[in-house]
Protein backbone atom coordinates (compact mmCIF):
# COMPACT_ATOMS: atom_id res chain seq x y z
CA UNK A 1 0.00 0.00 0.00
CA UNK A 2 1.59 3.50 -1.32
CA UNK A 3 1.47 6.35 1.87
CA UNK A 4 1.70 10.12 1.06
CA UNK A 5 5.12 11.03 2.64
CA UNK A 6 3.77 14.59 2.40
CA UNK A 7 2.07 13.37 5.79
CA UNK A 8 5.36 12.51 7.31
CA UNK A 9 7.78 15.20 5.80
CA UNK A 10 5.11 18.06 7.30
CA UNK A 11 5.75 17.74 10.90
CA UNK A 12 9.32 17.63 10.46
CA UNK A 13 9.29 21.09 8.17
CA UNK A 14 6.75 22.48 10.71
CA UNK A 15 9.38 21.70 13.70
CA UNK A 16 12.08 22.92 11.22
CA UNK A 17 10.58 25.69 10.30
CA UNK A 18 9.20 27.17 13.72
CA UNK A 19 13.20 26.03 14.69
CA UNK A 20 14.94 28.47 11.82
CA UNK A 21 12.29 31.31 12.83
CA UNK A 22 13.30 31.91 16.67
CA UNK A 23 16.75 31.38 15.97
CA UNK A 24 16.33 33.89 13.39
CA UNK A 25 14.39 36.34 16.12
CA UNK A 26 16.97 35.65 18.87
CA UNK A 27 19.84 36.32 16.74
CA UNK A 28 18.34 39.49 14.70
CA UNK A 29 17.92 41.27 18.36
CA UNK A 30 13.49 40.71 17.80
CA UNK A 31 13.90 38.66 21.15
CA UNK A 32 15.91 40.68 23.33
CA UNK A 33 18.44 38.81 25.82
CA UNK A 34 16.32 37.57 28.75
CA UNK A 35 13.08 37.53 27.09
CA UNK A 36 11.09 34.65 28.04
CA UNK A 37 9.80 31.82 25.64
CA UNK A 38 7.16 30.92 27.11
CA UNK A 39 5.20 27.72 24.71
CA UNK A 40 1.71 29.40 25.10
CA UNK A 41 1.95 32.60 23.57
CA UNK A 42 4.41 31.90 21.24
CA UNK A 43 2.59 29.24 19.48
CA UNK A 44 -0.66 31.46 19.24
CA UNK A 45 1.69 34.05 17.78
CA UNK A 46 2.48 31.42 15.52
CA UNK A 47 -1.16 29.95 14.57
CA UNK A 48 0.73 26.47 15.63
CA UNK A 49 0.35 24.03 18.39
CA UNK A 50 2.93 23.64 21.52
CA UNK A 51 4.64 20.44 20.72
CA UNK A 52 7.13 22.13 17.66
CA UNK A 53 7.27 25.19 20.19
CA UNK A 54 8.77 23.12 23.02
CA UNK A 55 10.62 20.94 20.40
CA UNK A 56 11.94 24.24 18.83
CA UNK A 57 12.98 25.54 22.61
CA UNK A 58 14.89 22.37 23.10
CA UNK A 59 17.08 22.66 19.82
CA UNK A 60 17.82 26.56 20.77
CA UNK A 61 18.45 24.96 24.12
CA UNK A 62 20.83 22.61 22.44
CA UNK A 63 22.36 25.78 20.57
CA UNK A 64 23.27 28.00 23.64
CA UNK A 65 21.11 30.53 22.26
CA UNK A 66 18.36 29.93 25.23
CA UNK A 67 18.30 28.85 28.52
CA UNK A 68 15.79 26.65 29.99
CA UNK A 69 15.73 26.89 34.22
CA UNK A 70 13.58 24.08 36.23
CA UNK A 71 10.22 25.11 36.93
CA UNK A 72 11.07 28.41 35.70
CA UNK A 73 10.56 27.87 32.11
CA UNK A 74 12.98 29.40 29.12
CA UNK A 75 14.26 32.67 27.99
CA UNK A 76 16.96 33.85 25.70
CA UNK A 77 20.12 33.61 27.12
CA UNK A 78 22.44 36.92 27.56
CA UNK A 79 26.45 36.70 27.42
CA UNK A 80 28.54 37.40 30.13
CA UNK A 81 31.94 38.38 30.25
CA UNK A 82 33.73 35.27 30.96
CA UNK A 83 31.63 33.88 27.84
CA UNK A 84 33.53 36.45 25.94
CA UNK A 85 37.00 35.79 26.87
CA UNK A 86 36.37 32.61 25.96
CA UNK A 87 34.79 32.95 22.94
CA UNK A 88 37.43 35.99 21.79
CA UNK A 89 40.26 33.80 23.09
CA UNK A 90 39.40 31.20 20.44
CA UNK A 91 38.26 33.59 17.32
CA UNK A 92 41.52 35.54 17.55
CA UNK A 93 43.12 32.67 16.81
CA UNK A 94 40.90 31.51 14.33
CA UNK A 95 40.99 34.45 12.57
CA UNK A 96 44.83 34.80 13.10
CA UNK A 97 45.61 31.66 11.15
CA UNK A 98 42.40 32.30 8.37
CA UNK A 99 43.75 35.32 7.79
CA UNK A 100 47.77 34.23 7.41
CA UNK A 101 46.51 31.62 5.28
CA UNK A 102 44.05 33.72 2.67
CA UNK A 103 47.00 36.13 2.25
CA UNK A 104 49.07 32.97 0.56
CA UNK A 105 46.12 31.29 -0.95
CA UNK A 106 43.81 34.03 -1.88
CA UNK A 107 42.88 34.65 -5.53
CA UNK A 108 41.36 37.89 -7.25
CA UNK A 109 37.87 36.44 -6.75
CA UNK A 110 38.25 36.40 -3.00
CA UNK A 111 39.81 39.44 -2.97
CA UNK A 112 36.59 40.63 -4.98
CA UNK A 113 34.16 39.08 -2.93
CA UNK A 114 36.11 40.60 0.59
CA UNK A 115 35.78 44.18 -0.82
CA UNK A 116 31.99 43.61 -1.95
CA UNK A 117 31.41 42.63 1.48
CA UNK A 118 32.96 45.34 2.92
CA UNK A 119 30.97 47.67 0.34
CA UNK A 120 28.01 46.52 2.14
CA UNK A 121 28.69 46.81 5.02
CA UNK A 122 30.01 50.32 4.78
CA UNK A 123 27.24 51.41 2.76
CA UNK A 124 24.05 49.81 4.95
CA UNK A 125 21.81 51.64 6.97
CA UNK A 126 22.88 52.47 9.87
CA UNK A 127 20.03 51.07 11.62
CA UNK A 128 20.18 47.70 9.65
CA UNK A 129 21.69 45.97 12.49
CA UNK A 130 20.94 42.52 10.47
CA UNK A 131 22.20 43.31 7.58
CA UNK A 132 25.81 45.05 8.69
CA UNK A 133 26.59 41.75 11.01
CA UNK A 134 25.68 39.60 7.75
CA UNK A 135 27.97 42.04 5.51
CA UNK A 136 30.52 41.31 8.57
CA UNK A 137 30.49 37.52 8.62
CA UNK A 138 30.03 37.24 4.76
CA UNK A 139 33.82 39.35 5.07
CA UNK A 140 35.40 37.21 7.39
CA UNK A 141 33.86 33.70 5.96
CA UNK A 142 35.68 35.25 2.87
CA UNK A 143 38.66 35.02 4.11
CA UNK A 144 37.86 31.31 5.56
CA UNK A 145 37.25 30.30 2.69
CA UNK A 146 40.38 31.91 0.96
CA UNK A 147 42.52 30.33 3.41
CA UNK A 148 42.11 26.97 1.69
CA UNK A 149 41.96 24.97 4.75
CA UNK A 150 38.51 22.90 4.57
CA UNK A 151 38.25 22.13 8.52
CA UNK A 152 39.34 26.04 9.48
CA UNK A 153 36.63 26.99 7.21
CA UNK A 154 34.22 24.61 8.59
CA UNK A 155 35.26 25.15 12.53
CA UNK A 156 34.62 29.02 11.90
CA UNK A 157 31.41 28.76 10.24
CA UNK A 158 30.05 26.76 13.27
CA UNK A 159 31.57 29.47 15.29
CA UNK A 160 29.73 32.61 13.30
CA UNK A 161 26.39 31.96 15.56
CA UNK A 162 28.67 32.90 18.82
CA UNK A 163 29.72 35.67 16.70
CA UNK A 164 26.87 37.14 15.37
CA UNK A 165 24.86 36.99 18.89
CA UNK A 166 28.14 39.54 20.22
CA UNK A 167 27.64 41.76 17.25
CA UNK A 168 24.28 41.93 17.32
CA UNK A 169 24.45 43.29 21.15
CA UNK A 170 26.92 45.73 20.47
CA UNK A 171 25.18 47.18 17.28
CA UNK A 172 27.30 50.47 16.84
CA UNK A 173 30.25 49.02 16.82
CA UNK A 174 29.74 47.46 13.12
CA UNK A 175 29.98 50.31 11.39
CA UNK A 176 32.55 51.72 13.82
CA UNK A 177 35.40 54.11 11.93
CA UNK A 178 37.96 52.12 13.89
CA UNK A 179 35.88 48.69 12.70
CA UNK A 180 36.82 50.34 8.83
CA UNK A 181 40.14 50.71 9.45
CA UNK A 182 40.71 47.27 11.02
CA UNK A 183 38.90 45.11 8.33
CA UNK A 184 40.69 47.33 5.41
CA UNK A 185 43.84 46.80 6.91
CA UNK A 186 43.18 43.15 7.15
CA UNK A 187 42.58 43.23 3.50
CA UNK A 188 45.45 45.08 2.30
CA UNK A 189 47.98 43.01 3.87
CA UNK A 190 45.92 39.86 2.24
CA UNK A 191 45.94 41.36 -1.09
CA UNK A 192 49.92 42.21 -0.57
CA UNK A 193 49.87 38.59 0.53
CA UNK A 194 51.68 39.75 3.48
CA UNK A 195 51.01 36.60 5.98
CA UNK A 196 52.71 38.23 8.96
CA UNK A 197 50.70 41.58 9.05
CA UNK A 198 47.28 39.58 7.85
CA UNK A 199 47.42 37.64 11.06
CA UNK A 200 48.48 40.57 13.08
CA UNK A 201 45.62 43.00 11.85
CA UNK A 202 43.12 39.77 12.16
CA UNK A 203 44.19 39.19 15.84
CA UNK A 204 44.32 43.00 16.86
CA UNK A 205 41.10 43.26 15.06
CA UNK A 206 39.51 40.22 17.38
CA UNK A 207 41.20 41.96 20.82
CA UNK A 208 39.97 45.38 20.12
CA UNK A 209 36.52 44.39 19.90
CA UNK A 210 37.00 42.13 22.65
CA UNK A 211 38.40 44.95 24.63
CA UNK A 212 35.04 46.98 23.89
CA UNK A 213 32.58 44.48 25.05
CA UNK A 214 34.61 43.57 27.73
CA UNK A 215 34.36 47.53 29.32
CA UNK A 216 30.52 47.94 28.63
CA UNK A 217 31.00 44.40 30.53
CA UNK A 218 32.81 45.56 33.50
CA UNK A 219 30.10 46.09 36.29
CA UNK A 220 29.46 42.79 35.89
CA UNK A 221 25.99 42.83 34.05
CA UNK A 222 25.35 40.48 30.86
CA UNK A 223 24.59 41.97 27.53
Known sequence: MQTDSTLFAR??????EVYEHLK????????EPNSKLAEIPLSQRL???????REAIQRLAQDG??????NKGAKVRGIDAAEIEEIYAVREVLDGLAARLAASHRSHKDLKIMQNALTKLETANSTAYTEQVNADLEFHNAIANASGNSTLENTLRSFAQSVARVKLLTRAYNQNINTHA?????LQAIEQQ??????????EHVQDFRQLLLTQLKKGTSL
Not at 11 to 16: F, G, I, K, M, S
Not at 47 to 53: A, D, Q
Not at 182 to 186: G, L, M, N, R
Open 47 to 53: GISRTPV
Open 194 to 203: NADAAETAAR
Open 182 to 186: AHHAI
Open 11 to 16: PQLVRN
Open 65 to 70: LVEVIA
Open 24 to 31: LEILSGIL
